[in-house]
């Protein structure tokens, strides 16, 4: 059953430090698809990126995550990484006298070379990286900068994109990719997804605003609230969100959070 | 995440062999007689040896400098050896062909091949094993361009006079502890005169090698840029892995006559001790330039080694529109300590100074930056420009930053800039969620911080600091 899956979580439980964050998750994504997850603040969303992506800090408690059938629980986060998974950071750091160009080779090769793959020539690379510049509307030179240095927020968000271009996951997770962004910026990152689309590669795409979900179509809607997600739809769900907010969320865990988690799971 | 980039530090020092090579060492021991020894075994003229026999006596008057942010405990200077030399040397080989092989050896075992048809084209190299200079090479090449590149050995007999009127000229006999200590034992080093008007036609660069244990290198390195002329010199340093610590007392002098450049680049990878802080060389060096009307100098030191770091390259701008400047990198790792910095000493009118020091610290160790900037009443118009950036990697290492400003003339301009940063958990994560390995991710933010320094360095050299912090950096992460 798990094998149509190319990302399936089952029951993930996580916690910083001591507490709980993730109580029970469930989500499977089949190739092609796009997964919105939205949800208020502190439910545990850029969580979610930060646990698949195996940061120190993130503790697994219980439950099982696999990416393309590989038990991704047990790697290294740069295996996490080079076996297709992609965060794109809500907040991208800088990494000073360390040039785009050099940064994006290193980890292109590291990829290659996971794959018993020869490194890229500096010729090739060049040619790609400038290329995928393009497509996410940052001037060439932007390669000849340091990670992230001085660059505008928006600067940044692009520059994550053109990294997911030229690493070509399997997955990707947008954390948030869109706060900050002019509608125009918001465009520009929304067409490097889509430009991605290719009916194999899967997205999960955390939002706070339906707004980018008009840019980039999904296929499905998660609501994740206190660590679970506690409702799903198609893209009419966000919406509904936009319309209603999450007040609606505290009347039903007040009810029955058990029988609701396996409403939302079955 | 601390204990993943400590993992990551724990590397081996790829130059700690020894070599299998017979010598003749003195006993330890210091004082008069040893003095008038050294001198005999290297036939030396009586100048040289009364001008030793001299610091000899001002250095017995002296007391160790405690002014450092440095801990070590007494060194006892009777229990160093202060000669070695590798008995095939005894009588001096002519050529290459007559070098111990053995010799030869352990310069290509270490990156350094000797043989000129092996070298990389145009770089001459002076090679100082333990206490004597073993060969150097390019010597046809360069007389014809009327450069002398030699051994200070043989300068002090076939270049008497540039000798005598140089040494000691830049960092005189009293100039402090180690200097004095330096100019009473010499053994060699390297001597380096260009004519007026001319362009060194190649890098020069020396080898330093320690090889024989419990002995103490004191080389002697004099350089003379005459009027109108450029020379780019670098100078790299290896020693053995012992427990037992060694000392390391150079002294290098610069004369940038008017007009001139010297280019003076340094990669320091003496064995740092292990991660205790056992064994390792104790690195006291001074280093000194004076610069003419409209001379320029310009340091750019890498250092990752030694147990003990005590060194201030500094420059004298002596003369009007004289320029210097110092590019510094010091890593600092395991139980190591560094002290270092520069001393800009503005005379000239116009004259300009420039600083970049970056200061890594990890696991235990402690650096610090210690640097001065003084404008002296006669430097008009003169400037100094000074960045001092501290890099800690993990929380159980110090990074100190001692700058002393002193400014007597009110049109001169001091700027200091100085920040402190990490290699943070979230750079870390951000290399490694691009598929780095955590080791590849810190040198890679690491050689980013030095960018600065590494472009000032001859390409060969930048290439070669590069790999040396990776090395430096090396070692598996869990």
Same mark, same amino acid.
């Given at each position: 059953?798990?094998? $149509?899956?190319?990302?399936?979580?089952?029951?993930?439980?996580?916690?910083?430090?001591?507490?709980?964050?993730?109580?029970?998750?469930?989500?499977?994504?089949?190739?092609?698809?796009?997964?919105?997850?939205?949800?208020?603040?502190?439910?545990?969303?850029?969580?979610?990126?930060? !646990?698949?992506?195996?940061?120190?800090?993130?503790? !697994?408690?219980?439950?099982?995550?696999?990416?393309?059938?590989?038990?991704?629980?047990?790697?290294?986060?740069?295996?996490?990484?080079?076996?297709?998974?992609?965060?794109?950071?809500?907040?991208?750091?800088?990494?000073?006298?360390?040039?785009?160009?050099?940064?994006?080779?290193?980890?292109?090769?590291?990829?290659?070379?996971?794959?018993?793959? $020869?490194?890229?020539?500096?010729?090739?690379?060049?040619?790609?990286?400038?290329?995928?510049?393009?497509?996410?509307?940052?001037?060439?030179?932007?390669? #000849?900068?340091?990670?992230?240095?001085?660059?505008?927020?928006?600067?940044? #968000?692009?520059? $994550?994109?053109?990294?997911?271009?030229?690493?070509?996951?399997?997955?990707? @997770?947008?954390?948030?990719? &869109?706060?900050?962004?002019?509608?125009?910026?918001?465009? !520009?990152?929304?067409?490097?997804?889509?430009?991605?689309?290719?009916?194999?590669?899967?997205?999960?795409?955390?939002?706070?605003?339906?707004?980018?979900?008009?840019? @980039?179509?999904?296929?499905?809607?998660?609501?994740?609230?206190?660590?679970?997600?506690?409702?799903?739809?198609?893209?009419?769900?966000?919406?509904?969100?936009?319309?209603?907010?999450?007040?609606?969320?505290?009347?039903?865990?007040?009810? &029955?959070?058990?029988?609701?988690?396996?409403?939302?799971?079955? | 995440?601390?204990?993943?980039?400590?993992?990551?530090?724990?590397?081996?020092?790829?130059?700690?062999?020894?070599?299998?090579?017979?010598? +003749?060492?003195?006993?330890?021991?210091?004082?008069?007689?040893?003095?008038?020894?050294?001198?005999? =075994?290297?036939?030396? /003229?009586?100048?040289?040896?009364?001008?030793?026999?001299?610091?000899?006596?001002?250095?017995?008057?002296?007391?160790?400098?405690?002014? *450092?942010?440095?801990?070590?405990?007494?060194?006892?200077?009777?229990?160093?050896?202060?000669?070695?030399?590798?008995?095939?040397?005894?009588?001096? /080989?002519?050529?290459?062909?007559?070098?111990?092989?053995?010799?030869?050896?352990?310069?290509?075992? %270490?990156?350094?091949?000797? %043989?000129?048809?092996?070298?990389?084209?145009?770089?001459?190299?002076?090679?100082?094993?333990?206490?004597?200079?073993?060969?150097?090479?390019?010597?046809?090449? %360069?007389?014809?361009?009327?450069?002398?590149?030699?051994?200070?050995?043989?300068?002090?007999?076939?270049?008497?006079?540039?000798?005598?009127?140089?040494?000691?000229?830049? =960092?005189?006999?009293?100039?402090?502890?180690?200097?004095?200590?330096?100019?009473?034992?010499?053994?060699?080093?390297?001597?380096?005169?260009?004519?007026?008007?001319?362009?060194?036609?190649?890098?020069?660069?020396?080898?330093?090698?320690?090889?024989?244990?419990?002995?103490?290198?004191?080389?002697?390195?004099?350089?003379?840029?005459?009027?109108?002329?450029?020379?780019?010199?670098?100078?790299?340093?290896?020693?053995?892995?012992?427990?037992?610590?060694?000392?390391?007392?150079?002294?290098?002098?610069?004369?940038?006559?008017?007009?001139? +450049?010297?280019?003076?680049?340094?990669?320091?990878?003496?064995?740092?001790?292990?991660?205790?802080?056992?064994?390792?060389?104790?690195?006291?060096?001074?280093?000194?330039?004076?610069?003419?009307?409209? *001379?320029?100098?310009?340091?750019?030191?890498?250092?990752?080694?030694?147990?003990?770091?005590?060194?201030?390259?500094?420059?004298?701008?002596?003369?009007?529109?004289?320029?210097?400047?110092?590019?510094?990198?010091?890593?600092?790792?395991?139980?190591?300590?560094?002290?270092?910095?520069?001393?800009?000493?503005?005379?000239?009118?116009?004259?300009?100074?420039?600083?970049?020091?970056?200061?890594?610290?990890?696991?235990?160790?402690?650096?610090?930056?210690?640097?001065?900037?003084?404008?002296?009443?006669?430097?008009?118009?003169?400037?100094?420009?000074?960045?001092?950036?501290?890099? %800690?990697?993990?929380?159980?290492?110090?990074?100190?930053?001692?700058?002393?400003?002193?400014?007597?003339?009110?049109?001169?301009?001091?700027?200091?800039?100085?920040?402190?940063?990490?290699?943070?958990?979230?750079?870390?994560?951000?290399?490694?969620?691009?598929?780095?390995?955590? +080791?590849?991710?810190?040198?890679?933010?690491?050689?980013?911080?030095?960018? +600065?320094?590494?472009?000032?360095?001859?390409?060969?050299?930048?290439?070669?600091?590069?790999?040396?912090?990776?090395?430096?950096?090396?070692?598996?992460?869990?």
């Amino acid at each position: 059953m798990s094998n $149509e899956y190319l990302l399936s979580v089952t029951g993930l439980k996580a916690r910083v430090e001591e507490k709980t964050i993730l109580k029970g998750l469930d989500l499977n994504i089949k190739p092609g698809e796009v997964h919105a997850i939205m949800g208020p603040n502190g439910a545990g969303k850029s969580t979610l990126g930060y !646990v698949l992506s195996g940061r120190d800090g993130y503790q !697994v408690e219980s439950g099982e995550v696999t990416l393309d059938g590989q038990n991704l629980l047990e790697l290294a986060i740069e295996e996490r990484a080079r076996a297709g998974l992609f965060l794109a950071f809500q907040y991208p750091v800088e990494i000073p006298g360390v040039s785009n160009l050099e940064f994006l080779k290193a980890a292109v090769d590291a990829h290659r070379q996971a794959q018993g793959q $020869e490194p890229v020539s500096a010729k090739d690379f060049l040619k790609q990286a400038r290329e995928a510049c393009k497509q996410v509307n940052l001037p060439a030179e932007f390669l #000849k900068r340091g990670v992230n240095e001085g660059f505008s927020g928006g600067e940044k #968000k692009r520059n $994550e994109i053109m990294q997911m271009l030229l690493l070509q996951p399997k997955l990707c @997770i947008l954390d948030e990719s &869109d706060s900050g962004l002019d509608i125009d910026a918001l465009k !520009v990152v929304a067409d490097g997804v889509n430009s991605m689309r290719d009916g194999q590669r899967a997205f999960i795409v955390v939002t706070h605003y339906q707004r980018l979900l008009d840019y @980039i179509k999904p296929d499905y809607v998660h609501v994740l609230a206190d660590g679970a997600i506690v409702k799903s739809g198609d893209a009419s769900l966000a919406l509904e969100l936009e319309d209603q907010g999450y007040a609606w969320l505290a009347e039903r865990r007040a009810q &029955d959070p058990v029988e609701m988690h396996h409403e939302v799971n079955q | 995440m601390t204990e993943e980039i400590n993992k990551a530090l724990e590397r081996k020092y790829e130059a700690g062999f020894v070599s299998a090579i017979e010598s +003749e060492t003195f006993a330890p021991g210091l004082n008069e007689e040893v003095i008038a020894r050294i001198s005999a =075994v290297k036939g030396e /003229p009586s100048w040289m040896l009364e001008w030793r026999l001299k610091a000899f006596a001002a250095w017995q008057q002296m007391e160790t400098p405690e002014w *450092a942010h440095l801990h070590f405990p007494t060194i006892d200077y009777q229990a160093i050896s202060y000669y070695s030399a590798p008995k095939s040397m005894a009588d001096k /080989p002519q050529s290459l062909d007559e070098v111990d092989p053995e010799l030869l050896a352990t310069y290509e075992k %270490l990156g350094i091949p000797l %043989l000129e048809q092996q070298m990389l084209a145009g770089v001459a190299v002076d090679a100082v094993f333990d206490s004597v200079s073993v060969v150097t090479t390019f010597r046809d090449k %360069l007389e014809e361009a009327g450069v002398i590149f030699c051994s200070i050995s043989e300068a002090v007999h076939r270049f008497p006079e540039l000798v005598k009127q140089y040494l000691g000229s830049v =960092v005189p006999q009293k100039d402090n502890y180690f200097a004095a200590l330096n100019c009473a034992v010499f053994t060699d080093g390297s001597f380096v005169y260009i004519p007026k008007g001319t362009r060194c036609p190649m890098e020069l660069s020396t080898y330093f090698r320690i090889n024989e244990q419990n002995t103490g290198q004191f080389e002697r390195t004099l350089i003379i840029a005459d009027e109108g002329s450029y020379v780019s010199y670098l100078e790299g340093c290896t020693a053995p892995q012992r427990d037992e610590n060694q000392l390391h007392a150079a002294v290098v002098e610069l004369v940038a006559l008017d007009n001139a +450049e010297i280019k003076y680049s340094t990669v320091q990878n003496w064995y740092p001790g292990d991660e205790n802080g056992k064994g390792g060389i104790y690195n006291f060096v001074t280093k000194r330039g004076i610069c003419h009307n409209n *001379a320029k100098i310009s340091w750019t030191q890498v250092e990752t080694g030694s147990a003990i770091t005590w060194k201030y390259p500094s420059c004298i701008l002596k003369g009007d529109n004289s320029v210097g400047e110092f590019y510094s990198v010091a890593l600092t790792r395991g139980a190591q300590q560094a002290d270092t910095g520069t001393k800009m000493i503005h005379l000239g009118k116009n004259s300009r100074s420039t600083i970049i020091s970056k200061g890594i610290s990890a696991g235990r160790s402690n650096n610090a930056y210690r640097g001065l900037v003084r404008m002296n009443p006669g430097a008009e118009g003169a400037r100094n420009f000074t960045q001092c950036d501290s890099l %800690l990697i993990g929380d159980q290492c110090g990074a100190h930053t001692f700058p002393y400003v002193e400014s007597r003339n009110p049109s001169a301009i001091v700027e200091h800039e100085a920040t402190t940063s990490k290699v943070s958990d979230e750079q870390l994560f951000l290399c490694q969620q691009r598929g780095l390995d955590a +080791e590849k991710a810190v040198s890679m933010i690491v050689n980013g911080f030095c960018k +600065e320094v590494f472009k000032e360095l001859p390409m060969e050299f930048a290439v070669e600091a590069g790999k040396l912090l990776e090395i430096s950096l090396e070692g598996s992460v869990g």
